[in-house]
């Protein structure tokens, strides 16, 4: 099993959409997630980081299963600029690396 | 959140020739880390560049071929050895102020080995 999973997609939603990814992680032990954002050819940015207690930034919400141990990120109201391919990471423990997931890519359309 | 600056942005390589990328953070940071990423894939981890000491390498990466310098808490680089048109791909830098926080990271290298 990887140590961190996510359905590729792509997911194609039209522009105002709720979407949701999921995201599971295999280490039980985990401490720390993130989601990042990576734009065609560019480098990841963080998106936010994954609370016990979720947490919300705007249209953005994330939340945290740690008893079934998966991560989700709901996008509300979707923009063309939402278009990207995103990430799941967990460290693992608090060790000293991130483990990223493959990605999985989201195609807003007008 | 860390500004990095990494270069080259991309080159085009001959065989047999080696590289070497690197990267600047604008303050301290605790970690860096050395990524590859290959075209429509996620991100594989090469090594975490240590200050002051040998870079720790993941399985399947080795000195001899990445082999990297962490010489303070601001800079580093990795080096491509004796090239070959499998190592095309995109490099990444990454640093995270303390252990198990964000990461952040350069723009990435190109490379393309012909």
């Known amino acids: 099993r990887k140590e961190v999973e996510q359905d590729p997609g792509p997911f194609n939603v039209p522009e105002g959409a709720t979407v949701a990814f999921n995201c599971t992680y295999s280490?039980?032990?985990?401490?720390?997630f993130f989601w990042y954002r990576q734009d065609c050819r560019k480098e990841p940015k963080l998106l936010m980081s994954?609370?016990?207690s979720g947490n919300e930034d705007g249209r953005f919400t994330a939340q945290l299963n740690r008893a079934s141990q998966y991560i989700s990120l709901l996008i509300r109201d979707s923009k063309l600029s939402d278009s990207a391919t995103y990430l799941c990471?967990?460290?693992?423990?608090?060790?000293?690396?991130?483990?990223f997931g493959t990605g999985t890519r989201l195609q807003v359309f007008p | 959140s860390a500004v990095i600056s990494q270069k080259p942005s991309r080159d085009i390589c001959q065989r047999g020739t080696s590289l070497t990328i690197q990267c600047q953070v604008d303050s301290q940071v605790t970690m860096m880390f050395w990524y590859r990423q290959q075209p429509g894939q996620s991100l594989t981890l090469i090594a975490t560049a240590n200050q002051g000491s040998e870079a720790t390498y993941e399985s399947g990466f080795v000195i001899d071929k990445f082999p990297i310098s962490r010489p303070n808490l601001t800079f580093s680089t990795l080096t491509v050895s004796n090239m070959s048109p499998e190592d095309s791909s995109i490099y990444l830098c990454s640093a995270e102020r303390d252990r198990g926080t964000e990461a952040f990271f350069g723009q990435g290298t190109r490379l393309t080995v012909v």
């Open positions: 990471v967990v460290n693992p423990y608090n060790t000293d690396k991130l483990i």
């Open positions: 280490n039980s032990a985990s401490q720390s």
């Open positions: 994954v609370y016990s």
